[in-house]
């Protein structure tokens, strides 16, 4: 029997860590096959828990793993886990660093394609494994023992000197077949920061996206598959977060979860029936969302109070040109659908194009007012290196520092704007938005959905000191004239 160690990097960035802390659900996913392969097993949440690399090598040192583990990964996306790189590299770096016999582990969707990148300059990484970890690990560590790693598929290595990839590894054909272990966690810290509030969990009902969208990695990763569990099960796993752990909010962290409309539905149902305490958040694609107009009633009532959808441009054109798939009247009818159902909506719009300007930035923000999205996000474009989009944009890339590919910060030059501008015009994006949203909601009776919406806002306009602070420091001097006070707008004396 091993000592495995699993550890979340301590990375941290504004954006989805400032609305909540979310479990490390595929680390959870990696301990639960680490403790079915009958090994000790610790997991360490260093992007929640506080800890600086400091307190992970004390903790490492302290422990004697014989395995350390680290995943590219923000918890509520793959697709944006990119940033987590460095930190999750530096992580094994020191794991050698305590002993260098110590077996480091790193796996995820940029590892996977720039597995040789990793191999040649970071001395601190045995294995990389690519592509689904689960059984790609749980025979790593029989292998590990034994000395046959060349027989382990999904994995790559150095060995005389060479980087070697062994073939890819079949996907998990029953995804059910699969268990986090919830027990690891320290469940004190998740929670969502909305009102509400309550402790925060995250599950995944399907894996995978068959959809082309020329910025994410989610079809490049999964090989363009699609699977989904069995929604019994899916119930059973909500079932065990709301009555063992104590869960009041679960996010959906799949992409796609409503892709088969009658397995949707059953999902939705089983729900209903069950009538569990627990807050639902998910994404979905916009034309799911339209051909289940009949079906929105059932969302509501299977407790899904928050739905994210990838608007993600203002104009048909550059929706055709990323390859979306749908349009800005989809957009539209979709967040339209989701008012007149009272789920709370969230849509992002994305900028920092090559072509960007400040006449298309002021068009994106005129979007966003006009689609009224309850709540609406701007992440800045970001060419993650294995996406169809790099290739297109790569001539404009002027940050090669993987830690900053978080959406927040300017990666691309576009023509006829600075990297400054596209940050400056990011903020000004949000401040356009959100000071004629406040307004709206300040009008609004008091009742949930106010009060979500103010607490939301509030998180985003906190002064996060040195953690994150990014409205702050992306406007430079200072709130704009026309920005409400919040407090006045919450006593409702700011309409
Ligand atoms: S729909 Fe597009 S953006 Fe969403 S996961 Fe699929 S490929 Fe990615």
Redesign the pocket.
């Known amino acids: 029997m091993a000592k495995v160690l699993l550890i979340a990097p301590p990375y941290r960035c504004w954006g989805v860590q400032v609305i909540g802390t979310w479990p490390p659900l595929q680390l959870a996913y990696l301990a639960g096959i680490a403790e079915e392969s009958g090994h000790e097993v610790r997991l360490v949440d260093a992007m929640n828990n506080g800890y600086s690399f400091e307190d992970v090598k004390t903790d490492i040192a302290a422990w004697e793993p014989d395995f350390v583990i680290s995943l590219d990964y923000l918890p509520v996306s793959g697709?944006i886990s990119t940033a987590t790189v460095p930190a999750a590299l530096e992580t094994l770096a020191i794991a050698k660093s305590v002993d260098p016999s110590i077996v480091t582990i790193i796996g995820g969707p940029h590892p996977t394609f720039l597995y040789e990148e990793i191999l040649r300059d970071h001395p601190g990484v045995d294995y990389v494994i690519r592509g689904e970890s689960e059984e790609t690990l749980r025979a790593l560590l029989a292998a590990s023992a034994t000395g046959t790693v060349g027989d382990v598929a999904g994995i790559a290595y150095r060995a005389d000197g060479e980087i070697v990839a062994n073939p890819m590894r079949p996907h998990i054909a029953d995804l059910d077949t699969i268990t986090p272990a919830w027990h690891l966690l320290d469940w004190s810290l998740y929670h969502y920061n909305i009102e509400p509030w309550g402790r925060m969990a995250s599950i995944l009902t399907t894996r995978g996206?068959?959809?082309?969208?020329s910025?994410?990695?989610?079809?490049a990763f999964w090989r363009g598959d699609w699977r989904a569990r069995n929604p019994e099960k899916v119930l059973d796993e909500i079932r065990v977060l709301v009555e063992q752990y104590d869960v009041e909010f679960i996010t959906l962290i799949d992409?796609?979860p409503t892709h088969d409309r009658d397995r949707w539905e059953r999902q939705l149902d089983l729900l209903i029936e069950a009538k569990l305490p627990v807050h639902l958040l998910m994404e979905t694609?916009v034309e799911d969302i339209i051909r289940d107009e009949d079906l929105l009633p059932k969302y509501k009532a299977a407790g899904i109070i928050h739905m994210y959808v990838?608007a993600e441009t203002s104009t048909d054109e550059m929706l055709e040109s990323l390859n979306?798939?749908t349009d800005v009247d989809m957009n539209k009818r979709a967040l339209e659908l989701l008012r007149e159902y009272d789920i709370m909506s969230e849509a992002s719009f994305m900028i920092g194009f090559p072509s960007e300007t400040w006449e298309t930035v002021a068009h994106t923000a005129a979007e966003a007012i006009r689609l009224n999205p309850d709540i609406a996000v701007f992440p800045v474009i970001t060419p993650m290196p294995f996406t169809p989009l790099y290739d297109e944009v790569k001539d404009r890339i002027r940050v090669t520092d993987y830690s900053k590919y978080n959406l927040m910060t300017p990666i691309l030059e576009p023509y006829e704007m600075s990297l400054d501008d596209v940050y400056r015009a990011l903020a000004k994006c949000y401040m356009t938005f959100y000071s004629h949203k406040m307004r709206e909601v300040a009008e609004l009776p008091d009742g949930f959905k106010r009060r979500y919406m103010f607490s939301a806002f509030e998180q985003m306009m906190k002064d996060y000191g040195d953690r994150f602070d990014f409205l702050r420091e992306g406007m430079g001097d200072g709130m704009p004239s026309d920005m409400p006070d919040l407090e006045t707008m919450r006593r409702g004396h700011g309409g």
């Open positions: 697709a996206c068959m959809m082309g969208c910025f994410c990695s989610h079809r992409p796609y694609r990838g979306k798939g």
